[in-house]
């Protein structure tokens, strides 16, 4: 059974950070790429990062660029996202995302809240 466990998230000043967590289980996550999407009140789903089955290839919206980064531990098979300079625009729940490479399956974890406030 394919489970996806996000955490790190929380109330955070505006300029801070926080670092995401997602942790894995049920599919070879060594051949998914991996994702975050967020969702913040009123508004649809949106994409933020992907990273590569192999980490070599990350991708950001273009909101994000500079200040967050992708990252993942294949070894614990846990994917990563570094979240600095936050601003209240990034007050969503974030998701995490799984899409196997062989069978297209994809799959999502039960979200995290951030939110960005003083």
């Known amino acids: 059974q394919v489970q996806l466990v996000e955490s790190g998230g929380g109330l955070v000043q505006p300029g801070g950070s926080l670092r995401l967590s997602c942790a894995a289980s049920?599919?070879?996550?060594?051949?998914?790429?991996m994702s975050w999407y967020r969702q913040a009140p009123g508004k649809e789903r949106e994409f933020v990062a992907r990273?590569?089955?192999?980490?070599?290839?990350?991708r950001y919206t273009d909101s994000v660029k500079g200040r967050f980064t992708i990252s993942r531990d294949n070894a614990k098979n846990t994917v990563y996202l570094q979240m600095n300079n936050l601003k209240p625009g990034d007050t969503a729940v974030y998701y995490c995302?799984?899409?196997?490479?062989?069978?297209?399956?994809?799959?999502w974890g039960q979200g995290t809240q951030v939110t960005v406030s003083s």
């Open positions: 995302n799984a899409l196997e490479i062989v069978s297209g399956d994809r799959s």
């Open positions: 049920g599919f070879t996550f060594s051949r998914s790429a």
């Open positions: 990273i590569s089955s192999d980490g070599g290839t990350t």
